[in-house]
């Protein structure tokens, strides 16, 4: 089945810093969003995206849609130990009813 | 808490067991999903129901049933699973299957013996 590309997999970071994570896919698509899980729970939605080029904050966390449809980047600013987590990127192409995950990246924070 | 509620939040099933998981979304949605996660693998759409009516199968095996018989309930019927169905089993609702935002319940991690 199709997926989305999303990178880093992996990232350690000091706390303090500031993290960005992308989804890309040869595709368009009408929505993006951006989930995060903990171990053992479902996903959490983060933030979701409607139309290209729209930028949107929720706290720390900024994520845009971008112009093209067929990206997206979520930024997490002045990381802490409670965002350790992984990450989803999601999509849904127009006319459907599926929303296609991306790979996801695992955040470590060191404190 | 997302409003999608499924239960149990654990089974362990042998392969000829019959169980069945449970999903029941408080949010006025339309739409559900059940979504199966691996380890290290994606998140796979499995099935998807719209106002009641099963809009997406994505080649599921027929050892795995969905049911839906109200937009707030959603059943997957489980019969004769694999060591290798083993996975934790997501379900989702949004409003109305399209554009909108779909929320996550907290899954059933299933364990095939």
């Known amino acids: 089945g199709q997926q989305l590309n999303q990178s880093p997999q992996s990232m350690f970071i000091q706390e303090g810093e500031d993290v960005s994570m992308n989804c890309t896919s040869s595709s368009i698509f009408n929505t993006w969003l951006w989930y995060k899980q903990d171990p053992g729970e479902g996903p959490v939605l983060l933030i979701a995206l409607y139309k290209a080029g729209e930028l949107t904050s929720n706290g720390r966390l900024t994520a845009q849609f971008g112009i093209t449809r067929k990206d997206s980047f979520l930024n997490i600013s002045a990381s802490i130990p409670s965002d350790v987590g992984i990450y989803f990127c999601a999509g849904q192409k127009p006319g459907t009813y599926k929303y296609i995950f991306g790979t996801g990246t695992r955040l470590k924070v060191l404190a | ?113």
């Open chain 2, 1 to 113: 808490e997302t409003g999608v509620t499924q239960t149990p939040r654990h089974l362990v099933m042998g392969m000829t067991n019959k169980k069945s998981l449970k999903c029941e979304q408080h949010l006025g949605h339309n739409a559900m999903y059940w979504y199966k996660q691996s380890a290290k693998k994606p998140l796979e759409l499995m099935f998807v129901y719209n106002f009641k009516e099963q809009t997406e199968n994505n080649s599921v095996p027929s050892r795995f049933s969905p049911e839906c018989p109200n937009s707030s309930h959603l059943f997957l019927h489980l019969h004769t699973l694999q060591p290798e169905d083993s996975a934790l089993y997501l379900c989702a609702s949004s409003q109305d299957g399209r554009d909108t935002e779909a929320f996550f319940g907290q899954g059933t991690r299933l364990t095939v013996v």
